[in-house]
Protein backbone atom coordinates (compact mmCIF):
# COMPACT_ATOMS: atom_id res chain seq x y z
CA UNK A 1 0.00 0.00 0.00
CA UNK A 2 2.61 2.39 0.76
CA UNK A 3 3.93 2.04 -2.75
CA UNK A 4 0.60 2.39 -4.39
CA UNK A 5 -0.24 5.38 -2.67
CA UNK A 6 2.40 7.58 -4.20
CA UNK A 7 1.52 6.47 -7.83
CA UNK A 8 -1.93 6.89 -6.91
CA UNK A 9 -1.12 10.61 -6.32
CA UNK A 10 0.60 11.30 -9.41
CA UNK A 11 -2.07 9.58 -11.22
CA UNK A 12 -4.61 11.87 -9.83
CA UNK A 13 -6.66 8.89 -8.42
CA UNK A 14 -6.14 10.35 -4.78
CA UNK A 15 -10.08 9.47 -3.87
CA UNK A 16 -8.41 5.74 -2.86
CA UNK A 17 -9.47 5.97 1.11
CA UNK A 18 -8.70 2.55 2.16
CA UNK A 19 -11.18 1.47 5.24
CA UNK A 20 -10.35 -1.24 7.89
CA UNK A 21 -13.71 -2.90 9.19
CA UNK A 22 -12.73 -5.19 11.89
CA UNK A 23 -15.96 -7.30 11.73
CA UNK A 24 -19.30 -7.92 10.03
CA UNK A 25 -20.59 -6.02 12.79
CA UNK A 26 -18.72 -2.92 12.55
CA UNK A 27 -20.65 0.76 12.68
CA UNK A 28 -18.96 1.60 9.30
CA UNK A 29 -21.28 -0.64 7.54
CA UNK A 30 -24.39 1.10 8.36
CA UNK A 31 -22.56 4.79 6.88
CA UNK A 32 -20.71 2.85 4.17
CA UNK A 33 -23.80 1.25 2.86
CA UNK A 34 -23.94 0.98 -0.99
CA UNK A 35 -21.23 3.57 -1.47
CA UNK A 36 -18.22 1.83 -2.35
CA UNK A 37 -16.32 1.00 -5.90
CA UNK A 38 -14.53 -1.94 -4.35
CA UNK A 39 -14.73 -4.00 -1.24
CA UNK A 40 -12.16 -6.61 -0.80
CA UNK A 41 -12.67 -9.28 1.59
CA UNK A 42 -9.65 -11.13 3.39
CA UNK A 43 -11.43 -13.67 4.78
CA UNK A 44 -10.03 -15.88 7.86
CA UNK A 45 -9.73 -19.37 6.69
CA UNK A 46 -7.51 -22.13 7.64
CA UNK A 47 -4.62 -20.80 5.81
CA UNK A 48 -4.24 -24.38 4.31
CA UNK A 49 -2.87 -22.48 1.18
CA UNK A 50 0.39 -22.23 3.28
CA UNK A 51 1.57 -25.80 3.72
CA UNK A 52 4.45 -25.50 2.91
CA UNK A 53 5.57 -22.13 4.84
CA UNK A 54 3.62 -23.65 8.05
CA UNK A 55 3.11 -27.30 8.15
CA UNK A 56 1.79 -27.52 11.05
CA UNK A 57 -1.91 -26.18 10.38
CA UNK A 58 -2.45 -29.77 9.48
CA UNK A 59 -2.37 -30.27 12.84
CA UNK A 60 -4.29 -27.35 13.83
CA UNK A 61 -7.14 -27.66 11.53
CA UNK A 62 -10.40 -29.94 11.87
CA UNK A 63 -13.37 -30.50 10.12
CA UNK A 64 -15.11 -28.50 13.11
CA UNK A 65 -12.97 -26.04 12.92
CA UNK A 66 -13.13 -24.99 9.19
CA UNK A 67 -17.16 -25.32 9.55
CA UNK A 68 -17.26 -22.97 11.94
CA UNK A 69 -15.09 -20.51 9.68
CA UNK A 70 -17.21 -21.30 7.25
CA UNK A 71 -19.94 -19.84 9.04
CA UNK A 72 -17.99 -16.65 9.86
CA UNK A 73 -16.29 -16.18 5.73
CA UNK A 74 -20.39 -16.42 4.85
CA UNK A 75 -21.76 -14.01 7.11
CA UNK A 76 -18.46 -11.40 6.73
CA UNK A 77 -19.30 -11.88 2.52
CA UNK A 78 -22.80 -10.83 3.17
CA UNK A 79 -21.94 -8.07 5.26
CA UNK A 80 -19.20 -6.95 2.77
CA UNK A 81 -21.88 -7.08 -0.22
CA UNK A 82 -23.79 -4.41 1.26
CA UNK A 83 -21.23 -1.89 1.25
CA UNK A 84 -20.99 -2.68 -3.12
CA UNK A 85 -22.88 0.43 -5.16
CA UNK A 86 -24.36 -0.72 -8.18
CA UNK A 87 -21.81 -1.39 -10.63
CA UNK A 88 -19.19 -2.08 -7.84
CA UNK A 89 -16.98 -5.12 -7.48
CA UNK A 90 -16.92 -7.53 -4.41
CA UNK A 91 -13.74 -9.67 -4.25
CA UNK A 92 -13.68 -12.57 -1.82
CA UNK A 93 -9.93 -13.95 -0.76
CA UNK A 94 -8.73 -16.49 0.59
CA UNK A 95 -5.35 -18.27 1.44
CA UNK A 96 -6.90 -21.58 1.42
CA UNK A 97 -7.10 -24.16 -1.15
CA UNK A 98 -10.35 -25.98 0.57
CA UNK A 99 -13.54 -25.89 -1.19
CA UNK A 100 -15.79 -25.45 1.19
CA UNK A 101 -13.88 -22.20 2.50
CA UNK A 102 -13.88 -20.95 -1.36
CA UNK A 103 -15.82 -22.43 -3.76
CA UNK A 104 -18.90 -23.29 -1.95
CA UNK A 105 -19.12 -19.93 0.25
CA UNK A 106 -19.16 -18.02 -3.00
CA UNK A 107 -21.44 -20.41 -4.56
CA UNK A 108 -23.91 -19.72 -1.82
CA UNK A 109 -23.29 -16.06 -1.61
CA UNK A 110 -24.27 -15.75 -5.70
CA UNK A 111 -27.30 -17.74 -4.80
CA UNK A 112 -28.58 -15.73 -1.91
CA UNK A 113 -27.81 -12.77 -4.24
CA UNK A 114 -28.88 -12.76 -7.42
CA UNK A 115 -27.70 -8.81 -7.69
CA UNK A 116 -24.18 -9.72 -8.07
CA UNK A 117 -22.48 -11.31 -11.15
CA UNK A 118 -19.07 -13.19 -11.33
CA UNK A 119 -16.35 -11.53 -13.20
CA UNK A 120 -13.35 -13.13 -14.78
CA UNK A 121 -10.54 -12.69 -12.73
CA UNK A 122 -8.16 -13.85 -15.87
CA UNK A 123 -9.71 -10.46 -17.95
CA UNK A 124 -9.11 -8.33 -15.04
CA UNK A 125 -6.14 -9.44 -14.64
CA UNK A 126 -4.78 -9.48 -17.97
CA UNK A 127 -6.06 -5.58 -18.47
CA UNK A 128 -3.24 -4.98 -15.74
CA UNK A 129 -0.62 -7.11 -17.53
CA UNK A 130 -1.05 -9.74 -15.44
CA UNK A 131 -0.98 -13.01 -17.20
CA UNK A 132 -2.94 -15.54 -14.92
CA UNK A 133 -5.47 -17.87 -16.06
CA UNK A 134 -8.71 -18.66 -13.91
CA UNK A 135 -10.40 -21.52 -13.37
CA UNK A 136 -13.60 -22.24 -15.40
CA UNK A 137 -15.81 -20.34 -13.30
CA UNK A 138 -13.32 -17.54 -13.92
CA UNK A 139 -12.42 -17.55 -10.59
CA UNK A 140 -8.54 -17.47 -9.21
CA UNK A 141 -7.02 -19.89 -7.82
CA UNK A 142 -2.85 -20.00 -6.91
CA UNK A 143 -1.67 -23.72 -6.28
CA UNK A 144 2.29 -24.21 -5.14
CA UNK A 145 2.88 -26.78 -7.49
CA UNK A 146 1.81 -25.05 -10.27
CA UNK A 147 2.83 -21.15 -9.05
CA UNK A 148 5.07 -21.32 -6.89
CA UNK A 149 3.37 -19.56 -4.57
CA UNK A 150 1.00 -20.33 -1.54
CA UNK A 151 -1.77 -21.57 -2.33
CA UNK A 152 -4.71 -18.74 -2.75
CA UNK A 153 -8.25 -18.26 -3.85
CA UNK A 154 -10.17 -15.16 -5.08
CA UNK A 155 -13.55 -14.55 -6.77
CA UNK A 156 -14.58 -11.55 -8.21
CA UNK A 157 -18.15 -10.25 -8.63
CA UNK A 158 -20.07 -6.80 -9.38
CA UNK A 159 -23.52 -5.65 -8.29
CA UNK A 160 -26.05 -5.49 -10.93
Not at 6 to 11: C, D, I, K, N
Not at 38 to 56: E, I, Q
Not at 62 to 69: G, I, N, Y
Not at 124 to 135: E, M, N
Amino acid sequence: LAKLKPRLARSGLSNVHPARIESEHDLKIKRLAGKLDRVLVDAPCSGLGTLRRNPDLKWRQTPESVAELVVKQASILAAASALVRPGGRLVYATCSLLDEENEAVVSAFMAAHPEFKSCSATDILSKQGIDLAADEAGRLRLLPHRHGTDGFFAAVMERQ
